[in-house]
């Protein structure tokens, strides 16, 4: 039976205390319902008892080693955790326990190097990230960088909320990214777990959406969260759509992860637009050159977003502008999870509820 710690939780306590985790054991295989010890804090870290955790597209990518920096085997994916601090290291004089947090993408960075002392910390070359390097939320328990883990405002739900802590801050960092004024058109392509949310902080943000997908499932939901314009990239040429609509869009956020979405981008967009890439798919895209110089095209990639951006995606969904949709599971449903999410086959967000485990 798995131990559990009260909101007095001492290092002493904990020790000899275990947790229930899904863990990599090597990539490619199915994750590993394993009981494990809670770890402890150390200095400038907190222990947190989670509540739930949403499962990002990045998380399939760590358990199956897709990207050329790979983790390290084994270790607990998952970077959007929600939960009670429970225990406190040495030097947290910042949080107390009972405060409710989550961990992110960017679990810390160095704080010293020329990114993170001008405002771009998540392109330190030192950051660790959470579920990858650092154990993540697969867990009843997990640590945090007391500095840079997210404080979670009052009255968040527990299902809800998960998913801002990563799906909700990359959309939106990568929304300001785009530079879309409001009252300008913007394309989201791809109404997945990211895409949904893009959708109604666009909306929130002023912006005009037109929303691109091959699912009429999931276009009929972004035209209920606000898009004006919902186009079928499996049945319809959208770049020729959208210019004869509207004459094109002042800016695309690619959360999809077909290749193809990465192209088709470029033809959806005015001249002058920006064009911002969230989606990690597996290669390369064909760029026309002759089309990015002629049109002052700009192409640039957005990852999560710093402490500072994630305060704002909080705020928006704090204030009711912001709904994920969700799906709840247990934590042995990891797996099926997966084989879903490779399959396109989640609307909205996957989130593992631990509330009722012991």
């Given at each position: 039976?798995?131990?559990?710690?009260?909101?007095?939780?001492?290092?002493?306590?904990?020790?000899?205390?275990?947790?229930?985790?899904?863990?990599?054991?090597?990539?490619?295989?199915?994750?590993?319902?394993?009981?494990l010890?809670?770890?402890?804090?150390?200095?400038?870290?907190?222990?947190?008892?989670?509540?739930?955790?949403?499962?990002?597209?990045?998380?399939?990518?760590?358990?199956?080693?897709?990207?050329?920096?790979?983790?390290?085997p084994?270790?607990?994916?998952?970077?959007?955790?929600?939960?009670?601090?429970?225990?406190?290291?040495?030097?947290?004089?910042?949080?107390?326990?009972?405060?409710?947090?989550?961990?992110?993408?960017l679990?810390?960075a160095?704080?010293?190097?020329?990114?993170?002392c001008?405002?771009?910390?998540?392109?330190?070359?030192?950051?660790r990230?959470?579920?990858?390097?650092?154990?993540g939320?697969f867990?009843?328990?997990?640590?945090?960088?007391?500095?840079?883990?997210?404080?979670?405002?009052?009255?968040?739900?527990?299902?809800?909320?998960?998913?801002?802590?990563?799906?909700?801050?990359?959309?939106?960092k990568?929304?300001?990214?785009?530079?879309?004024s409001?009252?300008?058109?913007?394309?989201?392509?791809g109404?997945?777990?990211?895409?949904?949310?893009?959708?109604?902080?666009?909306?929130?943000?002023?912006?005009?959406?037109?929303?691109?997908?091959?699912?009429?499932?999931?276009?009929?939901?972004?035209?209920?969260?606000?898009?004006?314009?919902?186009?079928?990239?499996?049945t319809?040429?959208?770049?020729?759509?959208?210019?004869?609509?509207?004459?094109?869009?002042?800016?695309?956020?690619?959360?999809?992860?077909?290749?193809?979405?990465?192209?088709?981008?470029?033809?959806?967009?005015?001249?002058?637009?920006?064009?911002?890439?969230?989606?990690?798919?597996?290669?390369?895209?064909?760029?026309?050159?002759?089309?990015?110089v002629?049109?002052?095209?700009?192409?640039?990639?957005?990852?999560?977003?710093?402490r500072?951006?994630?305060?704002?995606?909080?705020?928006?969904?704090?204030?009711?502008?912001?709904?994920?949709?969700?799906?709840?599971?247990?934590?042995?449903?990891?797996?099926?999870?997966?084989?879903?999410?490779?399959?396109?086959?989640?609307?909205?967000?996957?989130?593992?509820d631990?509330?009722?485990?012991?």
């Amino acid at each position: 039976m798995t131990e559990t710690l009260d909101t007095t939780g001492t290092p002493a306590e904990i020790a000899g205390s275990t947790m229930r985790a899904a863990v990599v054991t090597e990539f490619g295989a199915a994750l590993q319902i394993s009981e494990l010890g809670v770890p402890l804090p150390g200095h400038g870290q907190a222990l947190v008892k989670l509540e739930t955790t949403g499962v990002c597209h990045t998380d399939l990518h760590a358990a199956q080693g897709d990207w050329p920096v790979k983790p390290q085997p084994p270790f607990i994916p998952g970077h959007e955790g929600y939960g009670t601090v429970v225990a406190l290291g040495e030097g947290v004089d910042d949080l107390q326990v009972g405060d409710k947090v989550g961990n992110a993408w960017l679990w810390s960075a160095c704080g010293e190097c020329e990114y993170c002392c001008t405002g771009w910390e998540t392109l330190c070359e030192s950051q660790r990230n959470g579920g990858y390097s650092v154990n993540g939320s697969f867990g009843t328990y997990m640590l945090v960088d007391a500095a840079y883990a997210a404080r979670i405002p009052d009255g968040a739900d527990p299902l809800e909320v998960a998913p801002i802590l990563c799906a909700g801050v990359t959309v939106y960092k990568g929304l300001k990214e785009s530079e879309v004024s409001p009252g300008q058109w913007v394309a989201i392509s791809g109404i997945g777990g990211l895409g949904h949310l893009a959708v109604q902080y666009a909306r929130s943000m002023g912006m005009r959406v037109v929303a691109v997908d091959i699912d009429e499932s999931k276009l009929a939901l972004a035209r209920e969260l606000g898009a004006e314009i919902v186009l079928n990239a499996r049945t319809a040429d959208v770049a020729a759509e959208a210019h004869k609509a509207i004459g094109g869009v002042h800016g695309v956020l690619v959360t999809a992860v077909h290749p193809q979405a990465f192209g088709q981008a470029i033809g959806l967009v005015r001249r002058g637009a920006t064009i911002v890439f969230n989606g990690l798919p597996p290669g390369d895209f064909p760029a026309p050159i002759f089309d990015i110089v002629l049109k002052r095209l700009t192409i640039r990639g957005s990852i999560v977003g710093t402490r500072q951006d994630l305060t704002e995606a909080l705020d928006f969904y704090a204030r009711g502008l912001i709904k994920p949709r969700v799906t709840v599971a247990r934590l042995e449903d990891v797996n099926d999870i997966f084989d879903r999410m490779r399959r396109g086959r989640i609307d909205g967000r996957m989130v593992i509820d631990y509330r009722d485990d012991s």
